[in-house]
Every structure is written in structure tokens, then in C-alpha cells.
């Protein structure tokens, strides 16, 4: 099983890494390939009834690992210049504009919390 287990994770980097590469000629992104992958093996462990382990526990924590790869991704191809700074800070105004307008709203946990009707 351990074997099984590692050959597959072996696999699917492997796809990945073809992916990344043949993504540039083919103008198809990665992601859209990887997630295309992630279906099928979904579809052909059920039809084969190969169980795959519960992995609801972890995945809060590779989702928040990919969140974080993906920015930092993003970030190395940021280039900041003088010219940029305005855009910059009206984003950033921008960005704060409606937590400000909405603060003193009575927007609390009251509306979104449904409380159950206790039977009469």
C-alpha cells in the first residue's frame, strides 16, 4: 500500500512538471490541466472501487499552503516603480473605502446566524 501510495504522489509531480512545461506552447494553464487530472483520477478510483484514504482532516492545511505558494507566486512578478505609486495608493484607499462605509452598519453575526424556532 505504502508502495501504491508513493509510486502515485511520484506520478501526478511528474504530470504537474509536464503540465507546467507544455503549458506555454499549448496556451492551456496548468491549473486547468491539474484540475482536469485531479477529476479523472477521482472518476477512475471510483469505477475501479479503489478506496482512497479520508484526507478531510489535512486538507484545510495544503489549502492554506497552496493559498500561500500561490501568492508568493504571484508576488516575484510584481515589479514596483514611481510611476505605479499612484495606482498603488488609490487601491489601497480603494481597498478600505467600503470596511470603512460598513463598519458602523449593524452587520453582526445576528443576520447570519439562524437561530432555531423552538416548537410551541
Same mark, same amino acid.
Given at each position: 500500500?505504502?508502495?501504491?501510495?508513493?509510486?502515485?504522489?511520484?506520478?501526478?509531480?511528474?504530470?504537474?512538471? !509536464?503540465?507546467?512545461? +507544455?503549458?506555454?506552447?499549448?496556451?492551456?494553464?496548468?491549473?486547468?490541466?491539474?484540475?482536469?487530472? %485531479?477529476?479523472?483520477?477521482?472518476?477512475? +478510483?471510483?469505477?475501479?472501487?479503489?478506496?482512497?484514504?479520508?484526507?478531510?482532516?489535512?486538507?484545510?492545511?495544503?489549502?492554506? !499552503?497552496? *493559498?500561500?505558494? !500561490?501568492? *508568493?507566486?504571484?508576488?516575484?512578478?510584481?515589479?514596483?516603480?514611481?510611476?505605479? *505609486?499612484?495606482?498603488? %495608493?488609490?487601491? !489601497?484607499?480603494?481597498?478600505?473605502?467600503?470596511?470603512?462605509?460598513?463598519?458602523?452598519?449593524?452587520?453582526?453575526?445576528?443576520?447570519?446566524?439562524?437561530?432555531?424556532?423552538?416548537?410551541?
Amino acid at each position: 500500500m505504502t508502495f501504491t501510495v508513493i509510486a502515485a504522489v511520484c506520478v501526478l509531480l511528474l504530470l504537474a512538471y !509536464i503540465f507546467d512545461l +507544455t503549458s506555454a506552447k499549448t496556451r492551456i494553464p496548468a491549473v486547468i490541466l491539474l484540475l482536469t487530472l %485531479g477529476w479523472g483520477v477521482r472518476q477512475l +478510483t471510483d469505477f475501479a472501487k479503489i478506496e482512497i484514504p479520508d484526507l478531510t482532516p489535512v486538507l484545510p492545511f495544503f489549502g492554506t !499552503i497552496g *493559498l500561500i505558494l !500561490i501568492v *508568493l507566486e504571484g508576488s516575484l512578478e510584481l515589479e514596483l516603480e514611481r510611476s505605479k *505609486l499612484p495606482l498603488i %495608493g488609490k487601491s !489601497i484607499v480603494g481597498s478600505f473605502l467600503p470596511w470603512h462605509w460598513l463598519s458602523p452598519l449593524p452587520i453582526h453575526s445576528n443576520i447570519l446566524v439562524i437561530q432555531p424556532c423552538k416548537p410551541d
